[in-house]
């Protein structure tokens, strides 16, 4: 069976994509950002994921036989005493035609989260916990699977824990949708206002997470209105300020307390509803998903409960992984066993061919590398930072090494230039990736962590040896790689070690601050040229970017219809 799971539409929409299934197989799954250069994809249908999960694979929408939906649309308008559309006036907005109203299915939001985490776990039980801004109604929820199915949900409520850290990231001076942000700043406070937060959010002894107010279902979304409630919360506790941080001083401490206050109210709060789950069920594996379950540090602390074995975080954790649980929430009723490969690299891939095509284009300096890994070795041994670009895009928000800045970890001032070039502020840290099998001497954090969404403390031995990636509270946040998940970066970090005696580099995404991860060569050569940083690696072609002509990229960028990046 076929199925193609959606998720993303025209009103109060984001994070859109497709996912394609096969007879119980992941085959393909992209976010329709990185396809139109646009952050989020807000009010949005997902065309471009659509096209590429179905050309790629050189299908049809008539090859499909179900086409599933990650929200249930018709509940969710039912709330407001509304009627949602036909599926004939669905099929007909996403397709130009009602013929594929008999496929189109609709999936409950968090179940959709649920399967997105569940099946591609690999584990026969779980707890499996679902915290994000909101579904239909609720934002909060826990299911039980048993057997390779989600059995039953043991717990649900409209306490949002995702809608009151964006709050509290609101409340710091960012922006909505910074709060990665918060998360890096909770590291130079302490969590001095715990207790009053604790006040205001908690778990009763019944084990319901509850707060002191309710926000009417009066839209599609309580969003606005529960974070400006919030605000009047928070206020009794600290003034709101306004405008980013660009630096740490005295003045910037007491929203760092509160940020680090947030961080482990949440991490407490998880922990909590996890153990009482634990106690009436003797499970001791663990699956997140939903944006918060992005919150490294929170993953981490479940995980470091002694009564927890596994803990489990897809890529896509956030609602751009909603098409994958959509389609994987059917293919679950057709398959006995769904055998998920979980991969992060499932989105567009170039051939060299195109790739040379594109650079020919641009009038760009290039060289064929004979040995890769070995001369993107040498440059970043000699502190030159590498955009990397090969193979398959990455599927979540993440650059996992196919879409890349690489760097040399060993001095701090690669982190103040990494971060000028990338428009971030110079006090928030970088990611390291490590060869696995190296990873207990340099990290205390035993087991692999493919997808860069938990935290480690560096070791103290070798914290010296790489300040770059060692955060203010001496914790890092690992992406293990072996050369099973990636060969390509596999073979870049042992050439590096070979010549430093490090298994370490600093990875992050390679776009334009404000943009989506750069998709195409196009896009890649763009965007390298903007940075302004000293190579790129376009499959196997070395580049120097100071020879790019930016007038000729950006001439390919408006005749290129594969490459929507904003070009600024």
Known sequence: MKILGLNGWKTRGHDGGASLIIDGKLIAAVEEEKLIGFRHAYDTLPIESINFVLSSNNLKLDDIDKIVIGWDFPYLYSLLNQEFISKEEVSKIIFGTEKYASKIEYVNHHFAHAASAYYPSGYKDAIILIVDGQGELMATTIYIAKDYKIQEKIMETPVSLGYFYSAITEHIGFECGEEGKTMGLASYGTPCYLKALEKLLYVTDDGILECPFRIPKISKDEEDATIDKWHEYLDIIIKRRNGGIKEINDSIIPYANLAASAQQLIGNILVKLIKNTYKKYHIDSVVIAGGVGLNCPTNTMIENEPYIKNVFIQPAANDGGISLGAA?????????????????????????????????????????????????????????????????LEFGPRALGNRSLLANPSEQQMLIKMNSLKGRELWRPLAPIVLFEKQLDWFKYEKESLYMIKNSLVNLNNKSKIPAVTHVDNTARIQSVTEESNEQLYKILKDFYKLTNIPVLINTSFNIKGQPIVNNPADALYSAKKINIEYLVLGNYLINVKSINEEKIVHLLSENKKSMIKVR
């Open 328 to 392: 994987l929430a059917i293919a679950a009723k057709e398959e006995k066993k769904l055998n998920i490969n979980m991969t992060p690299y499932l989105g567009p891939e170039y051939s060299e061919d195109e790739i040379l095509d594109t650079i020919l284009q641009t009038g760009a300096e290039y060289i064929y590398l004979e040995n890769r890994s070995k001369t993107i070795a040498s440059l970043l041994k000699e502190n030159n930072i590498i955009a990397n670009f090969y193979g398959k």
